[in-house]
């Protein structure tokens, strides 16, 4: 059988799994994984959690954010630098 023929995994929601009743917004090792290395939060399709715990996800990266435990942003450091002043 071919490799394009191949349907993905699904992926299950791990909090489901757990059963995890509330998700902490002081608990900034697990929300690190639900957020990318510039800061975003990721997308649903990408993480595999159910509608309501992204939504508890997002929701306490967002209080995390608020109270400076996570950062809104990661400033990003290009290569390009300042090439122009170079003689």
Do not use: W
């Not at 109270?67 to 300042?82: I, T």
């Amino acid at each position: 059988m071919a490799d394009y023929m191949k349907q993905p995994r699904r992926k299950y929601c791990q909090f489901c799994k757990e059963g995890t009743e509330y998700l902490d917004y002081k608990d900034t090792q697990v929300l690190r994984k639900y957020v990318t290395d510039r800061g975003k939060i990721k997308p649903r399709h990408v993480t595999g959690c159910c509608v309501q715990h992204q939504r508890d996800v997002a929701n306490a990266v967002k209080r995390a954010r608020v109270m400076a435990l996570m950062p809104y942003a990661v400033p990003s450091v290009s290569g390009r630098g300042d090439r122009r002043n170079r003689g």
